[in-house]
């Protein structure tokens, strides 16, 4: 094989292995209100990262969103765009996935507006590096 060949397959491996680090949101359960008064949801977000990636119990994580903008005009090109939505806590951690609740929702005059102004399934979550 040759040197070029070898580099080509070093990067495409690392590059794979680079895109399978990212955890998402897979699942939310939430309480159903039972009463006409306003009540607190409350919910669980399930994530797919747990102990065995460093992530235990009192972690906060942030959470993004992957935002995909067409440009009809000049390029008819996809842009993709990552925005911060916020961040969760865990508070039950396994091997390899997480129970998190709400810790913060990014919100205010300059902040990208969401068709979905909370967490959802499908969102990227990034342990917080202090």
């Known amino acids: 094989m040759t040197c070029n060949k070898m580099l080509f397959l070093i990067a495409l491996l690392m590059s794979v292995s680079a895109s399978a680090n990212d955890f998402q949101i897979y699942s939310i359960f939430h ?11 409350i919910k669980n977000y399930y994530v797919n990262v747990g102990e065995e990636s460093g992530v235990k119990d009192g972690t906060v ?19 993709q765009h990552k925005v911060k939505v916020g961040e969760l806590k865990i508070i039950h951690a396994d091997q390899k996935s997480s129970i998190a609740i709400f810790h913060e929702l990014k919100s205010g005059i300059d ?20």
């Open 61 to 79: 994580m942030d959470v993004y969103r992957s935002l995909s903008v067409l440009d009809p005009y000049d390029t008819k090109r996809r842009y």
């Open 111 to 130: 902040q990208p507006r969401l068709e979905v102004q909370n967490f959802m399934v499908g969102d990227v979550v990034k342990v917080k590096i202090n």
């Open 31 to 41: 309480e159903i209100p039972m009463t006409n008064q306003q009540q607190v949801m």
